[in-house]
């Protein structure tokens, strides 16, 4: 038998799976277990609807190329999404969910601060897919780009999903995202552009609106009605020093010193010590105009924001704010935890005549005239008659003590004891005095005045 060499030869197995088709097909599986393709048309959102509802989002992650992706959904979450049961559109509507939802005014300048939530106000959207890079990792390459599209497209068809899904490109501080809604025959782009500086061109309206003309009418030759526009002026005040405060300063100096006046016995302390406003946001608004009837270029404007139909206001607060009330209720309110008893605080035995505390005798005895005014034999601080507090309808419902009373003049003197005077061992101090007081005039049968 003749020996027959067999020549070695290389095969290529064409059904093993590559990294871009792994990458597909684990987009594929994220979006069945989400049942992204479990869609219908929603109601039309009404104005507020981005900013006021709740927003569910969910993450997984994705490697594809040794590159970690964070595969985000996010969906705006409606009262009439709980009624499953109620058809809202119907089946064979041309238009998806989201190409509705573009055209929708209402969605008009909506704020929404959160990470990558930008992105539902930029489109007018309510429910988006995203594909994140790691932060080591930036897509600047255009070819990446494309290529991120390209395969979040085909697992959208695949999936037969309608919702519009974005690629977040270029780095992350500049927030811009490319991105495509496939369905019913139609696809639309989503596409951004970064400027480091604005074409004096694009200043103004008539700019913005010829290179918006120009982007629809490129290559197809079509004449274009005409534009509907909604234009949006905004005005930020951070800095307050050349401002006027319409509230009177807090006095830095009440109950700081070492003796306690009447005068301030019967009231708290208001105010912040730093101006608790950080900015301070006004909106001049024209919504849905034709630009026939506006005009607004380098030479002459007819967007004066005194004559805007539309202001509104939008104020932002300084977190957590020093300010003096909440400290004296805060300080006040900790003592409700607090186990210690009066003999751990003031180191009482059975029935003293007298106890050591904090507060001095030159201190305490005008708390103690406050309090029971008929110590006193000629009171600087009466009671009032209250049966008037008792007819006024404000008060029917309110679980509180009347104004001026005597619990409530303890309330007040409490606080001032626990802020400033000693904290805990100080109301305590007052405490047992008070009692005491109550007992003398029960057991003496003696008037408890307020």
């Not at 509230?247 to 830095?252: E, H, K, L, T, V």
């Not at 509180?400 to 619990?407: Q, R």
Request: charged share 25%.
């Amino acid at each position: 038998m003749n020996n027959v060499e067999i020549e070695d030869f290389y095969h290529h197995d064409f059904t093993t799976a590559t990294e871009w088709e792994v990458f597909i097909a684990r987009l594929e599986e994220i979006m069945h277990e989400w049942k992204i393709s479990d869609k219908r048309n929603g109601s039309p959102l009404k104005s507020g609807d981005l900013v006021n509802c709740q927003w569910e989002t969910k993450v997984e992650k994705v490697n594809f190329a040794d590159v970690e992706f964070s595969f985000k959904h996010f969906k705006l979450k409606l009262e009439s999404d709980d009624n499953a049961e109620s058809p809202l559109e119907d089946e064979d509507d041309e238009k998806t969910e989201c190409q509705k939802d573009i055209f929708n005014s209402s969605n008009d300048f909506a704020r929404l601060d959160q990470e990558h939530l930008e992105i539902a106000p930029f489109f007018g959207i309510r429910e988006f897919l995203v594909v994140v890079p790691g932060k080591k990792h930036t897509i600047i390459n255009e070819t990446r780009m494309k290529i991120l599209l390209s395969s979040i497209t085909i697992a959208a068809n695949n999936t037969n999903s309608e919702v519009p899904f974005f690629v977040q490109v270029q780095e992350s501080w500049q927030k811009m995202y490319f991105g495509t809604s496939v369905g019913r025959g139609s696809c639309v782009n989503f596409e951004m552009v970064h400027l480091k500086k604005i074409p004096p061109h694009c200043k103004y309206l008539t700019g913005l609106l010829a290179v918006f003309k120009q982007k629809i009418t490129e290559g197809c030759g079509v004449r274009l009605d005409p534009v509907l526009v909604s234009v949006r002026f905004s005005y930020l005040l951070r800095d307050w020093t050349c401002s006027t405060w319409t509230q009177q300063p807090p006095d830095f100096d009440f109950m700081q010193g070492e003796t306690l006046g009447v005068a301030e016995l019967g009231k708290l302390p208001f105010g912040a010590t730093f101006d608790p406003i950080g900015e301070l946001h006004l909106y001049t608004t024209w919504p849905q105009m034709s630009e026939n009837v506006v005009v607004d270029s380098e030479g002459f404007t007819d967007l004066e924001p005194q004559l805007a139909p539309e202001w509104s206001v939008q104020v932002t607060m300084v977190p957590s704010p020093a300010c003096l009330l909440g400290d004296y209720l805060t300080d006040f309110l900790h003592l409700c935890n607090d186990q210690r008893a009066m003999a751990d605080l003031l180191g009482t035995t059975k029935k003293p005549k007298k106890v050591e505390g904090p507060i001095s005798e030159e201190v305490l005895m005008p708390i103690i005239y406050f309090l029971f005014p008929d110590t006193e034999g000629s009171p600087k601080t009466p009671y009032s008659d209250m049966s008037t507090y008792y007819e006024e309808k404000q008060w029917k419902g309110v679980k509180t003590c009347v104004i001026d009373s005597l619990v409530w003049r303890l309330a007040v003197v409490a606080a001032h004891c626990t802020h400033n005077l000693g904290g805990a061992a100080a109301l305590a101090q007052l405490w047992y005095e008070f009692v005491q007081e109550i007992r003398f005039r029960r057991e003496a049968d003696i008037l408890i005045p307020g």
